[in-house]
């Protein structure tokens, strides 16, 4: 089986989870983007002087960065990602295929406002932000609390095969067996969070969790 052939089997309507494993995320952060968020909150309400606004817009960032920086862990990218702007790692995201177009949308709209340092903001620029920031989290954090770790995904109309599938965060990698029921022999691929196979089985991947 090629790995062309493989994404069409885990694409395909008639494929389903026969078996799998969740996790939640083990997250090396001492604030989270909850956290953050709630930090923006109260600063926003906290009146609208020059600091309150700043630091509501800081911290409403600070979760935004750190939501995204939770993901690239969840997929396996941080090693990787550590190097990468914040562009780039959206643009890791949009190629999951896990941020809806409309919130995409709105995050690159208001990305000038957080870039520029030295301009103070106005409270519905601060409050709009936020909004922003707790949709991402929200559409997101299924990603961080209940990951799909180990699974098998069969067929009903390839019944005599299946994917035994294995993800190692630690190693940024995926093993993907291709098993055939009572062969002992397996085709296997093992895929790098470096190579591209790795978005692209990633993304038909949650999109097949997602279905189920």
């Known amino acids: 089986m090629e790995f062309s052939e493989v994404i069409d089997f885990l694409s395909n309507d008639n494929s389903y989870w026969s078996s799998r494993g969740h996790e939640e995320i083990d997250i090396p952060f001492d604030v989270t ?3 953050y968020l709630s930090f923006a909150e109260f600063d926003l ?6 600091h309150s606004l700043i630091n509501a817009l800081s911290n409403a960032k600070r979760s935004l960065d750190c939501q995204i920086d939770c993901l690239m862990i969840a997929f396996g990218f941080f090693g990787n990602s550590k190097k990468w702007n914040v562009p780039k790692k959206i643009e890791t995201l949009k190629n999951l295929g896990i941020i809806a177009p409309r919130i995409l949308n709105k995050i690159n709209s208001v990305r ?3 870039e520029h340092e030295f301009v103070v903001p106005n409270k519905e620029q601060v409050s709009d932000f936020i909004d922003i920031v707790a949709l991402f ?4 954090e299924k990603h961080i609390f ?3 770790r180990d699974s098998q995904i069969e067929h009903d ?7 035994d599938i294995k993800f190692k965060r630690n190693q940024r990698n995926i093993k993907i067996e291709v098993r055939e029921k009572g ?11 470096s190579h591209d196979n790795y978005i692209i089985f990633m993304k038909h991947y949650i999109e097949n969790f997602s279905k189920s």
Do not use: C, H
């Not at 309400?45 to 020059?50: D, L, Q």
């Not at 109309?157 to 994917?163: D, N, S």
């Open 183 to 193: 062969v002992t022999d397996r085709q296997i691929f093992n895929i790098d969070s």
């Open 112 to 114: 000038n406002l957080v």
């Open 157 to 163: 109309l390839i019944k005599e095969v299946f994917l």
């Open 137 to 140: 989290n929200a559409s997101t």
């Open 146 to 148: 209940n990951f799909p």
């Open 45 to 50: 309400e906290s009146g609208t002087e020059k």
């Open 33 to 35: 983007p909850s956290e």
